[in-house]
């Protein structure tokens, strides 16, 4: 059987409740026992020496502390029980001190165990009432000594050197069963601390990294909802002006156009709610490509159309300038045309009134380019090369009040990434802005 085993035999499962309270328990039953096994080796010990006293008070003292753990079986508290063990411990030391001779006793330096042993079983409060108790019945023994009153020696004083070292020895087993103790206590206690400390790290970095993809979720999500309001702003502003350009016709052939225009616009903003909403469920990193071929010009021509009415606002004249021979892509029909509302509508907002924008359509290499030049304050040098970036701010700002969110150019770039696209810019700052991007032609 276990040590560990044999101990909880003896401890009432209300002492499980706690730790702490297990934790002395546990440490009352094991020195009881070890006491009980201590007292047997000196009663054969008494008897050697002929003391008499020494025998019953060992017989005593082993079966006591035999007796003392049952008591765990009950509800009495452990203080009461770590006391009752010091105080028949005390005892027996008092008792074969006197009979042995006092201050001139093997035993009256065992003295010195009661109060440690009281800190280490019960607690500190009982440490220092054993250790007044203690100090006490030692200055008594000083004082008979002073006094001259020879206390009685009962065991063979002929074997007083024997006796000496035979006992003071046991005194060095008592220090160091508390020593190790202690040590024991201490170690099990830091081992404790490491792994709390181990699993307190590990939970730490895994809230870290946690909060790391929190934030990195709620960025994304961020993300998403400002992509949406960003590309929902032009077909919905287009929405609003046809609606009053509709209120205000009279002919029935422009009326029909705008209504079809509204319903271009609706139909386009519908869809890319969807899209974005792909891209919530699908990660944005893994978004979905419908692939088809699509008349790069055709979709230019569009867009023109569309941004015409925000561009006649500040009397903007689009202008297109086809010069290529192939104009056929492999796209997808709702990122494509964002690319070219982004240049467009950027070109429109840091523009002058009564300015051009020129888009031009040719072929180079393989490729079909489009290029879209304004008037504008163009780039300077240095925030080129944030242009492309989520968020950044340049110094050029809107010439007629419209919002800038900084989100317009990296949008293009993430586009036409995803379509297998480059985009460039090439303005002059001062001069006017060209924004450029090219795609594979078609086989």
Known sequence: MKVS????????????????LLRRVRLFVRACLLTSIFSTSYIWLSAYFGFDKGVQL????????????MLAKTKIQIAVLGNLYIFIGAIAIFVL?????????????????????????????????????????????GLL?????????????????MWFVSVLPGLLLIVLFIAYVFESIQRKALTSVEEKNTILKTQSETIHKQSIDLKKLIEEKEYIIRILAHDLKNPLSNITSLIHLLAIEDKTEMREKYIEMINQSSTKSQHLINRVLEMELSDQSNLKIEWEILDLKL???????????????????LLLKDE???????????????????????????????TEIKVELTNEDGLVQVKVSDQGPGIRKEEEIDLFKKFSKLSARPTDGESSSGLGLSLV?????????????????????TFGVEFPQSA
């Open 5 to 20: 085993v044999l101990i909880d035999f003896f401890i009432h499962q209300d002492y499980y409740s706690s730790p702490n």
């Open 58 to 69: 060992m017989i005593f003292n082993a079966v006591g502390f035999l007796i003392l753990p």
């Open 97 to 141: 001190t006197y009979f042995s001779g006092g201050i001139w006793s093997a035993i009256y330096p065992w003295i010195v165990a009661i109060p440690v042993l009281a800190i280490l079983v019960v607690n500190r409060l009982s440490g220092l009432a054993w250790g007044g108790i203690s100090y006490l019945v030692m200055q008594w023994f």
């Open 145 to 161: 000594a002073l006094d001259g009153e020879s206390l009685p020696i009962e065991y063979n004083p002929e074997m007083k050197t």
């Open 299 to 317: 979709v230019i021509d569009e867009m023109i159309d569309q941004m015409r009415i925000a561009a006649e606002k500040k009397g903007i004249k």
């Open 324 to 354: 290529a021979s192939h104009s056929l892509i492999n796209g997808d029909k709702t990122y494509l045309p964002l690319i070219f509302e982004n240049f467009i509508s950027n070109a429109i907002k840091f523009s002058e009134k009564d």
């Open 413 to 433: 770039k993430r586009y036409a990434d995803l379509l297998n696209g480059r985009v460039w810019y090439e303005g002059e700052f001062g001069v006017g802005a």
